[in-house]
């Protein structure tokens, strides 16, 4: 790819970032919304308002989750792109993370995008960290180099016969899955999208989109959850 165009997406993929964080507005409803029941999203860091207005945009009032209590309920939960390093150290201090692992083993509804998907894995490496372990893919952090990149790719998915818009940003790569675990979609020969019974992660971020057709499907895993 040259370098102008590779430019020109990357511009492309920080308006898109840009115009969703300014129209994204945190809602403190009930998450009940659509027949999907109650849907949280983690509200810690990165762009979990992005999350919340595709939520809405779907019916959905989410539950911005930043403390034990606010895991009660839930059928579903949507862990947000960002750093996961910083995720995973105050999801610990607040004592989020037996609550998720607890959601996740009932059944819950779980879709992490980017850093989502590495808090999810099995295991992590580049470097290697702590992680969930709820989910059995093993990924590669910064995989496709440590630099401010973003791209803006479409790709087809198992979901529709259309392509799908992927917002790259300094993505994770998925090296392997296991037995149980289904691709959705792939680009340039990894797995971009894989779900696992009631477990969904995306290495791009959906929510950076106009498309609601990644969020319908975790919904619907959550209609499955309650």
């Given at each position: 790819?040259?370098k102008?165009?590779?430019?020109k997406?990357?511009?492309?993929?920080?308006?898109?970032?840009?115009?969703?964080r300014?129209?994204a507005?945190p809602?403190n409803?009930?998450g009940?919304g659509?027949?999907y029941?109650?849907i949280?999203?983690?509200?810690?860091q990165?762009?979990?308002e992005?999350?919340?207005k595709?939520?809405?945009?779907?019916?959905?009032h989410?539950?911005?989750?930043?403390s034990?209590?606010?895991?009660?309920g839930?059928?579903?939960?949507i862990?947000p792109?960002?750093?996961?390093?910083t995720?995973?150290?105050?999801a610990r201090?607040e004592g989020?993370l037996?609550?998720?692992?607890?959601?996740?083993k009932?059944?819950?509804a779980?879709?992490?995008t980017?850093a989502?998907?590495?808090m999810?894995?099995?295991?992590?490496?580049g470097?290697k960290?702590?992680?969930?372990?709820?989910m059995?893919?093993?990924?590669?952090?910064?995989?496709?180099g440590?630099?401010?990149?973003?791209?803006?790719?479409?790709?087809?998915?198992?979901l529709r016969?259309?392509p799908?818009?992927m917002?790259?940003?300094?993505?994770?790569?998925?090296?392997?899955?296991?037995?149980?675990v289904?691709?959705?979609a792939?680009?340039e020969?990894h797995?971009?999208?894989?779900?696992?019974?009631n477990?969904?992660?995306?290495t791009?971020?959906?929510?950076?989109?106009d498309?609601?057709?990644?969020?319908?499907?975790?919904?619907?895993?959550?209609?499955k959850?309650g």
């Open positions: 790819m040259s102008a165009k590779t430019k997406k990357r511009a492309a993929a920080d308006e898109v970032k840009s115009a969703a300014m129209t507005r809602s409803g009930n009940n659509g027949g029941g109650k949280g999203v983690l509200a810690i990165g762009d979990y992005a999350h919340g595709m939520l809405e945009r779907l019916g959905v989410p539950v911005y989750v930043r034990a209590g606010d895991l009660e839930l059928r579903g939960l862990l792109g960002g750093e996961s390093t995720h995973l150290k105050v201090e989020l037996p609550g998720i692992k607890r959601l996740a009932n059944g819950g779980l879709f992490g980017c989502g998907a590495i999810m894995a099995r295991e992590v490496h470097p960290q702590e992680s969930l372990g709820l059995d893919i093993s990924v590669l952090r910064n995989g496709y440590r630099q401010l990149a973003s791209d803006v790719e479409s790709a087809p998915t198992a016969d259309e799908v818009e917002v790259f940003i300094r993505a994770p790569v998925i090296e392997s899955t296991g037995k149980n289904k691709v959705l792939e680009f020969g797995p971009v999208m894989v779900e696992e019974g477990l969904m992660a995306t791009f971020h959906p929510e950076l989109t498309d609601t057709t990644i969020h319908e499907r975790f919904l619907e895993k959550t209609r959850s």
